[in-house]
């Protein structure tokens, strides 16, 4: 089995080609140089024919929430164009397709977990570009899964955690928006999540990688500072998204749904807490 991760040399796509070759998985890990998923030519080109590459993983692109505000286009074409090439080449090549997708693609205005097959209304130009891509992907007539991922931090990356570790480092304090509630997510335990659904030749469709349970950024930096072996209550302040305005939209409910992968028995990512206290040596360095 030959899989292709494209976006290969990203946050998430670093631990994916490790992961997948640690289990011994024949991986092609290629990035923007290699293989610019925009091109169709060279989509087709390298994953068209039947027996390139028995798994499709499309990892690439671009993740500026607030630069794609103004340049929505430019976030079209990478975001919805890249994986329609992809699904193409796939359909052709019977290759089954992963695409990861995000949190954003909902409002964000819910009380309750959003469902795998629940209405997506994005917020702003990042999610519109994203939902596009999902259902360029569901309409191609490829094999695909749609993996849902948010709030993501990894070693190979300036995520959250890692700008907030900064921060509290060198101020001492940071204030943080309380009312922006969501699932931090290990790219690690997310890695995992797509080699057991692939494992599991999970049916066509789409599901949530993200942990479970669910905290704000203040409380996500709270545990931060706990890691730090820094006092949370001396070192974290509260704000709010009013007072902390950025260029695009945030949801302030980004919870998502695990009931698809209860559906056909693979167990969901652990508790978001747990699951910090065991990445964070690898994220925020010294722990208390
Ligand atoms: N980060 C989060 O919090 C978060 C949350 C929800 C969902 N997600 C989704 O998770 C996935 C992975 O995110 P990430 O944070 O790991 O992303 P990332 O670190 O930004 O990696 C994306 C990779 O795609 C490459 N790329 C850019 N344009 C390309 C092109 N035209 N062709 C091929 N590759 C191209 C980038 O290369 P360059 O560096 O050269 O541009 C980069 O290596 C994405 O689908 C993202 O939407 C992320």
């Known amino acids: 089995m030959t899989w292709t991760v494209t976006g ?18 024949e991986v092609v890990a290629v990035d923007r140089d290699e293989l610019d998923i925009t091109d169709a030519a060279a989509v087709m080109d390298m994953l068209g024919e039947p027996g390139s590459s028995d798994v499709v993983i499309n990892v690439a692109a671009w993740t500026q929430v607030d630069s794609a505000e103004e340049r929505e286009p430019m976030a079209f074409t990478l975001n919805a164009v890249g994986p329609q090439n992809l699904a193409a080449a796939c ?43 999902e259902w360029a992907v569901r309409s191609s007539g490829a094999d695909w899964l749609i993996v849902r991922t948010a709030w993501l931090y990894g070693e190979h990356g300036t995520p959250f955690p890692k700008t907030m570790g900064r921060l509290l ?36 469709g789409a599901y949530h990688g993200t942990s479970s349970g669910q ?20 070192t974290v302040g509260r704000t709010t998204a009013a007072a902390f305005k950025r260029p695009a939209p945030r949801p ?29 040596p690898a994220i925020v360095g010294e722990t208390a």
């Open 8 to 25: 290969a040399a990203g946050m998430l796509g670093q631990d994916l080609v490790a992961a997948a070759r640690a289990q011994g998985h």
């Open 91 to 133: 359909a052709r090549s019977g290759a089954r397709l992963v695409q990861i997708s995000t949190d954003y693609v909902f409002p964000g205005d819910g009380a309750e977990p959003y469902g795998e097959n629940d209405l997506l209304a994005p917020l702003g130009a990042y999610g519109r570009t994203k939902a596009a891509g």
């Open 169 to 204: 480092r060198e101020r001492g304090h940071v204030d943080v928006v309380t009312d922006q509630v969501g699932q931090p997510t290990w790219t690690v335990d997310l890695t995992d999540l797509i080699l057991r659904l692939l494992a599991a030749n999970a049916p066509s």
């Open 215 to 234: 905290c704000s950024w203040y409380e996500f930096t709270r545990a931060i500072a706990v890691s730090l072996g820094l006092d949370p209550e001396d």
């Open 252 to 280: 302030a409910y980004s919870v998502l749904g695990h009931d698809a992968l209860a559906a056909i028995g693979v167990a969901p990512i652990g508790d978001w807490r747990e699951r910090w206290e065991a990445a964070a």
